[in-house]
């Protein structure tokens, strides 16, 4: 018995390892250079982190778990653009979060937003993948969503 539990404590241990290894860039700047590297669309999260219940809901439901963990891994570049209300950021970061919101035309929170992005002539340009918010019905039904934008089946 006692060794059951610790081959679950072990297992349940490298899920809480794994989930804690996704990266979330809050530079888009940089994101676009991996996004480019890796050949990976970004998954660009508008969030009220302190302070939109969806967000904390779609974060805590979907971002934070393992499904969500191996999906992002295979398939996109995080980038986390927070519009937080109690928590402080820097003056470079506010700038670069309400531009970004202005280019995207994004009206509310949750907006996770799907892009591929290439600088041209010192110039950023998105090509718009797709958009989605918060979905109900746990990862798989927010993952099914997400995928249908990041991977489209070719007709």
Known sequence: MKNIFIALLLVLGSFAVQAQELKWYTDVKEAIAVSNKEKKPMLLFFTGSD???WCIRLQ???LKTAE???WAKDNVILVELDFPRRTAQTPEVKAQ???LQQVFGIQGFPTVYFTKAENKDGKV????????GY???????WLAVADGIVNPVKK
């Open 97 to 99: 979060n309400n531009e």
């Open 68 to 70: 969500f963990n191996k």
């Open 125 to 132: 340009n998105f090509q718009g993948l797709g958009t989605t």
């Open 51 to 53: 302070w939109c219940g």
């Open 60 to 62: 805590s439901e979907v």
């Open 135 to 141: 979905v109900a019905g746990g990862p798989s039904a």
